[in-house]
Nanobody, 124 residues
Framework: QVQLVESGGGLVQAGGSLRLSCAAS????????MGWFRQAPGKEREFVAGITWSGASTLYADSVKGRFTISRDNAKNTVYLSMNSLKPEDTAGYYCAARRGNFYSTLPSLYDYWGQGTQVTVSS
């Protein structure tokens, strides 16, 4: 069992930055690939970024590529999402998710554990 708790969301002006954190419980955090997803009201949950259990490989949605960076610290059982040059269209609830094994996925249904989410609001 893995429990995930996100933090770091908030209100920021367009062009600003935020860093989200996702703290995981359990001693097997390094056995999971991790993903960040977001969901805006009335929209489906969408993939934002993924990282393998070693951190050696990452993947980004086209909409955030070059602006967001996913990273992890297995010693701290934490995955991060650094968000720069934020836009109003980045406004959403952001969720981290854990998937058993080395490989991330862009599909929410393939993840085994989810956090409760943290809200990011970008004002214009």
């Amino acid at each position: 069992q893995v429990q995930l708790v996100e933090s770091g969301g908030g209100l920021v002006q367009a062009g600003g930055s935020l860093r989200l954190s996702c703290a995981a419980s359990g001693r097997t955090f390094s056995s999971y690939a991790m993903g960040w997803f977001r969901q805006a009201p009335g929209k489906e949950r969408e993939f934002v970024a993924g990282i393998t259990w070693s951190g050696a490989s990452t993947l980004y949605a086209d909409s955030v590529k070059g602006r967001f960076t996913i990273s992890r610290d297995n010693a701290k059982n934490t995955v991060y999402l650094s968000m720069n040059s934020l836009k109003p269209e980045d406004t959403a609830g952001y969720y981290c998710a854990a998937r058993r094994g080395n490989f991330y996925s862009t599909l929410p249904s393939l993840y085994d554990y989810w956090g409760q989410g943290t809200q990011v609001t970008v004002s214009s």
